[in-house]
């Protein structure tokens, strides 16, 4: 089972299920006031893109709400771009959901979130079946894959971004690259992600 403790830092002044085995953070929080979108959203030190996509997670505690990745802050978040008809991304978030519920057993608090890549709407399901964290649904009008790895549009699928409590882009993984290889269902894809987590702690 994974994480349902609300995260202390979180201002739950906009929305709050109440739920206690809901997963992810409860409440949201806005966009900076003013922010710029990073200009190397994929080197290390980097602050996270700023955008807002809907939760399409039901068991998630912001389930159907509108937010960014704002509302992660106070933990270390790993994300990953995913595309719901993807059979290879449907794998990797099974495994995605077995690292986090390990974390947890070994007490670590982490935050982990999926952005569906934009016209796969259809098929969120696929999804929603196999994991219990916060899913986002990307659309065309708001692109956050693209402000996320600024390469071709689209591109970047099972990509892994692994960020500090306070935001900042702790390490990134391209899977297309395979350098080091992020391929969950191996042992050596497997202890990188980890290992990339502990170091972001």
Known sequence: ETTTAADSTTDSTTTDTGNPDCTGPQGLQPLPAQYQQPAQPTQPGSSWAYFELTD????????????????????????????????ICQGTIEYLE??????????????????????????????????????????????????????????GTDDIFIYTAEGTLSSYFSYAADNPTIKLETQAGWDNVYDAIMAAM
């Not at 159907?64 to 509302?71: A, N, P, V």
């Open 56 to 87: 399409f997670q039901p068991q998630s505690c912001n389930f159907g709400q509108t937010y960014g990745l704002e509302s992660f802050k106070g933990r270390v978040t790993l994300l990953a771009l995913m595309r719901s008809s993807c059979m």
């Open 98 to 155: 077995q690292m986090q519920a390990q974390l947890e057993l070994e007490g670590h608090e982490v935050w982990f979130v999926v952005i569906n890549q934009p016209s796969y709407d259809a098929s969120q399901q696929e999804f929603i079946d196999r994991v219990s964290f916060p899913l986002l649904q990307d659309t065309l009008e708001v692109k956050a894959w693209d402000l996320l790895s600024q390469l071709e549009p689209l591109e």
